[in-house]
């Protein structure tokens, strides 16, 4: 007589292997991630919380910044992109913006053949921290206004045609790590309010 030998079945046959398994789960987290990714490219996925999603300048800064565009000389047309047509002016020449406030922070128009008066509604971007207008033709005494703009990190107005004193209001720009006159008509003593930017 033969002794009977259960024959025992491959358990591979029931359970999936557990490669096909891991390599299964991999291609479907690569598959969520990938469409995560494209729902944000396009806006979408969320509201406006989301971080992905760069704002744009608001309606005030735009304003102020065509304003500054009608009170000054541009010959040369540097300022072409800078049109009311367009909402937003973190895309136009010379201006950066914050990514995630949308407010403008620079303003970088250096040798842009620039004149005339630097126009008051600079003082409607209340986050500008970087105003570079040096070699311009800028003209007339420099403006007192200025030394409200007190989150002004930077500042170089220098080569261009300032003249008469410096303001003493510049002394209010207590945030100031750089500053540029030189080159321009100004004559006069260095005001004493200068003392307080402890910044330069």
């Known amino acids: 007589m033969h002794q009977y030998k259960p024959k025992i079945t491959n358990m591979c046959t029931y359970i999936m292997n557990p490669c096909v398994f891991i390599i299964f789960s991999l291609l479907l987290l690569l598959t969520e991630t990938t469409t995560a990714n494209q729902l944000v490219a396009v806006g979408g996925g969320g509201g406006g919380d989301d971080k ?110 300032f003249n008469g004193i410096i303001p003493a209001s510049l002394g209010s720009l207590t945030e100031l790590s750089y500053l540029d006159l030189s080159h321009n008509s100004l004559y006069g003593t260095i005001p004493l309010e200068f003392g307080n930017l402890t910044n330069l």
């Open 52 to 161: 992905g999603v760069v704002n744009k300048c608001s309606d005030k800064e735009r304003h102020a910044l065509l304003d500054f565009k009608v009170r000054s000389q541009d010959p040369n047309d540097h300022l072409y992109t800078w049109k009311a047509e367009e909402d937003d002016c973190c895309k136009w020449f010379g201006v950066t913006c914050n990514n995630e406030t949308g407010h403008v922070t620079e303003l970088e128009l250096w040798h842009s053949g620039l004149g005339g008066k630097i126009s008051h509604s600079l003082l409607n971007l209340s986050n500008l921290n970087h105003l570079q207008l040096s070699f311009n033709s800028f003209h007339g005494p420099i403006q007192t206004f200025i030394g409200s703009m007190t989150q002004l990190r930077y500042l170089d107005i220098s080569e261009n045609g």
